[in-house]
């Protein structure tokens, strides 16, 4: 652990009908906040789900990796510098799973600069009333910390069987006709909503007494899913400063989340240095997350 | 520190296609002998309940049987497939939650971490490099990365599509089914394991190669300016690079003593093409490729670790033996794994 995050971006113009674009935009906000040349970032980890035409191949990552001008030839770059990008997806909370994954990439020094970027859009690339996402986009740039006690600190990661998984989302290839490349279905358990805020509450509290957490001192992130879902994590953690990013954003943030949430606290100084921000994660599986960060 | 593969999986299929029947059932014929071209004979063809789940599972289940893992012992589980089948014969292709979620409530780690990556054919090679650091940094102790690739839709599309010898779909009538699984965790001693594994996406060739759902046809397809990909300038990205590791560190190709390499099983003279110009930039005749693609196709994720399984099932890779592996995939992304055989039996 110990990982720190040196820029976050975001792109939330919804004029912009790419996920890639959107990535791309808040990728290039996080690297020229951290202040280094883009060929310098060492790894790119897309946590975006949903993206234009259901487009499986390559990475996505790999094509935002070319938007943001980083390693395009290796042979033809001077200097030379592999960097390389791949995509990481689970559900809303993939961002959670990047950051463990980008901690220990600069933890045993193979990189040095890992971005963490994510955007969902509905693959027709046209609004969709009953797309359940809000369509943009953020980034998360990091590096390796030298203080124990800043950055990264802690983590836990929980799943719970439950019908639908909660969510699902997935494209019934035998009924998409020639539809495929702009449809996506989205089922729910009817209960998903109770299910997954018990299940993210029962483990944040879990994750906060580990770590001998108060909810007055801390920043909360949590996921997105409903109003219900955010109020109820505010509630039930007693955290006064919790985000609540569907209000701002007229919806489920989903894989935006983190970088959404990190980019308002740190970019917007309403975290301090020596601030706890804890990103308490609950999505499709059931699955929940926690991460502790300090600022 | 070193990660290990501790133990190996793998499934194929029973139902076998051959080329030549494949060809056959192509709407418009090509002018050129693809079998010849490709050495592809025959590749498995998964039944259709065997959805990329079940092909997972059930290397998951092969790996487990000769580790000396449990299943509840695992810390993660990491899929790295490109497609994500689900329901068997109903072909729902699934973004979340991640297949990673379904594999390991099967196979009873309910305390492991899971996610999946998605890396093109490079996704297996992702999920031992992110294992690998993972496991160097402490973060976890032992993990699971599998990939159950039902891909040959793909060339259910491609038969029915392909209209010219130009058309981008031909790299599609070269696939075969499959599932492979690796349990890692640290190695014992320097006598096994991964001496290094560094992969690179030269991210400018993005778009040579695209998958997604046809709009002539219900299913998915695959895009690939196949030319391009195997250029010769392509393919020497990745001894650059090796070249380049090896500067800082005093050593050199000859020094690595590889007794095998394995390249990505895209078709013979493909192959071929990748030692020699290999070869041609290290100035060195590099070890033989090990191939088993005339018998299973492009297996996408799985091809490098099929090759290991069979080559280990066949005696014909042996403890002691170094294997140098090297990927080749859509981003492109390419790389190194050099890797040590000690105690990895099949």
């Known amino acids: ?295 | 520190m070193r990660s290990r593969f501790e133990s190996l999986g793998a499934f194929f299929p029973e139902k076998v296609q051959t080329m030549s029947d494949r060809i056959a059932s192509m709407t418009n014929q090509p002018t050129f002998d693809l079998q010849a071209i490709t050495g592809i004979k025959e590749t498995r063809v998964a039944a259709p309940e065997e959805d990329s789940l079940h092909l997972a599972l059930q290397a998951a289940k092969d790996c487990l049987k000769r580790s000396s893992y449990k299943a509840e012992d695992l810390d993660i589980v990491i899929s790295c497939s490109i497609s994500r089948y689900i329901d068997g014969a109903v072909n729902n292709c699934i973004f979340e939650p991640p297949l990673s979620l379904l594999i390991k409530n099967e196979i009873g780690a309910p305390r492991a971490m899971h996610f999946d990556v998605s890396n093109a054919c490079a996704g297996l090679f992702t999920g031992v490099l992110i294992l690998d650091r993972m496991i160097k940094s402490g973060a976890i102790k032992r993990g699971l990365v599998v990939s159950g690739e039902h891909i040959t839709h793909i060339s259910r599309t491609a038969v029915k599509e392909i209209k010219d010898s130009m058309d981008p779909q031909f790299g599609s009538m070269t696939v075969g089914d499959s599932g492979a699984a690796i349990i890692m965790d640290q190695a014992t001693s320097d006598a096994e394991g991964i001496d290094y594994l560094e992969l690179m996406t030269c991210s400018d060739y993005s778009r040579l190669c695209i998958g997604m759902p046809s709009e002539e046809n219900p299913g998915p397809a695959l895009y690939t300016i196949n030319a391009e990909m195997h250029k010769k300038d392509r393919v020497q990205l990745w001894p650059n690079y090796q070249m380049d590791y090896y500067k800082n560190r005093d050593t050199d190709i000859a020094q690595e003593k590889f007794d095998y390499i394995i390249h990505h099983q895209v078709g013979l003279r493909a192959v071929s093409n990748f030692n020699r110009y290999g070869s041609e930039f290290f100035q060195f005749d590099l070890p033989p490729p090990l191939n088993i693609l005339e018998e299973t196709g492009n297996t996408s994720t799985t091809a490098h670790f099929l090759v290991l399984y069979k080559a280990l099932q066949d005696g014909k890779v042996k403890k002691g033996q170094k294997i140098l592996m090297v990927p080749a995939a859509s981003g492109v992304v390419t790389g190194f794994l050099s890797l040590k055989i000690a105690n990895l039996g099949v």
């Open chain 1, 1 to 295: 652990m110990g990982a720190i995050i040196i820029g976050t971006g975001i792109s939330t113009d919804s004029k912009i009908r790419s996920a890639l674009s959107h990535a791309s935009i808040a990728g290039k906000q996080a690297i020229e906040k951290a202040g280094i040349d883009p060929t310098e970032v060492d790894v790119v980890i897309n946590t975006g789900i949903y993206r234009e035409h259901n487009m499986v191949e390559p990475a996505m990552a790999a094509i935002i990796q070319k938007d943001l001008g980083i390693n395009l030839d290796y042979v033809k770059a001077n200097p030379r510098r592999a960097a390389f990008s791949f995509d990481l997806m689970n559900g809303g909370i993939g961002a959670l799973d990047a950051l463990n994954v980008a901690d220990s990439m600069l933890q045993s020094d193979s990189s040095k600069y890992v971005l963490i970027v994510s955007a969902d859009i509905h693959p027709s690339t046209l609004p969709q009333k009953d797309f359940p996402f809000a369509e943009l986009g953020s980034a998360i740039l990091l590096k390796k910390g030298n203080d124990p006690k800043k950055g990264l600190i802690a983590n836990r990661f929980a799943t719970k069987k439950h019908k639908f998984c909660g969510r699902m989302g997935s494209l019934k290839t035998n009924e998409m006709g020639k539809t495929g490349r702009s449809r996506v279905d989205i089922v729910e358990a009817p209960d998903y909503v109770e299910a997954i805020t018990q299940f993210t509450v029962d483990t944040a509290k879990s994750f906060m007494e580990e770590h001998k957490l108060s909810g007055q001192d801390l920043h909360l992130i949590p996921s997105q899913i409903s109003a219900s879902y955010v109020a109820a994590m505010q509630d039930a953690l007693k955290v006064t400063n919790t985000l609540d990013l569907f209000k701002i954003y007229k919806g489920d943030t989903h894989t935006s989340t983190f970088g959404l949430g990190l980019h308002s606290l740190l970019k917007g100084g309403l975290a301090k240095a020596g601030d706890k921000i804890l990103l308490a994660g609950g999505g499709s599986g059931l699955a929940a997350a926690c991460v502790l960060y300090v600022s």
